[in-house]
């Protein structure tokens, strides 16, 4: 057993076709400048014909290897965070470890939306605390597949990335995940859903294509939602790690949109710029947004230890959690 886990590499990727805002407001007919207004996208990038999950996810995981600097045969856990995986069966994540030369690892994927990452990482540094050896976790989403064209609410959102983060034993008890706390409540079960495909609804051939993409019954809802679920499981987490909001020098938050996590800030007293900006240039690619905001974040202005980090998410199920890691 490991006294504690540290992060040691990150990785991202994004696919190669960049969607500009005019792009999908001419397509729906909206004013020029409503979608940053609304959401504080300006870009976003959208996966290519060739590009699979599991392709996206192997460069991610490849960047954050190499950053880490282990060998791969260290690494005794992947787990993917993924509501797009490349089948509904098999899991992605073994075919992902395959394609990195994992050898035997451990795979699986873990479908938590965007909340993924938070619970992924989670059980990721319990298996690395357990068991003294690496994971790796990735989350990684190709949305612009799961969008309904018809459907302004996410038109306007939602994107394509991966994000990949290593975490490896250590014996320093201010390293790795220092609090934790995770939420869920099923009775918000249909406010963001892909409503055809699951056991439910399975695929037949009458089948409208419509019900196959992401639907969001209700923005407004999920927006309150969001901000209370991450302001909450915030505080608790804090509250676990024994660290004030004032303490932390990075708030990395789910990317779901801006006002949401601007507002999650004010409500827990952290200054503005703490918090890790990407979803002007990125979009919200669920799951991904976090790992992603670390790698980028990392290659600007490196994390340094001693600093201790916030991570938060909410979304569909709805499901929520928030960490505190110490770098």
Sequence with gaps: MSAS???????????????????????????????????????RFWATDEDTLSGLAASAGDMA??????????????LLATSTPDHL??????????????????????????????YALMFADGFTRLHGKASLVIAANILSRRINPAERASAVLFADAAGAVVIGPCEDPDRGVLGASVDSDGSRYGLIQIPAGGSNTPFHRDLDLAQTRMTITDGREVFAKAVEMMTACSQD???????????????VPHQANARIFDAVGRNLGIADEAIVKTIVDYGN??????????????????LRPGEKILLAAAGAGLSGGALVVGI
């Design 89 to 118: 069966l098999p899991p992605s994540a073994p075919l992902v470890a395959h394609q990195l030369g994992l050898g035997r690892a451990g795979a699986i994927d873990l479908t938590g939306a965007c909340a993924g990452f938070i």
């Design 285 to 302: 690619s669920s799951a991904a947004t976090i790992p992603l905001s670390l790698s980028l974040t990392h290659r600007t202005e490196p």
């Design 5 to 43: 886990s540290r992060l040691l590499g990150f990785g991202h990727h994004a696919p190669s076709r960049k969607v500009e805002n005019p792009e999908i407001e001419d397509r729906h007919g909206l004013e020029p400048g409503w979608i940053e207004r609304r959401t504080g996208i300006r870009s």
């Design 65 to 78: 290897l190499a950053n880490a600097g282990i060998d791969r045969s260290d690494i005794g856990l992947l």
């Design 237 to 251: 987490a804090l509250t676990a790690a024994r660290i004030r909001s004032q303490d932390i020098d990075r708030f």
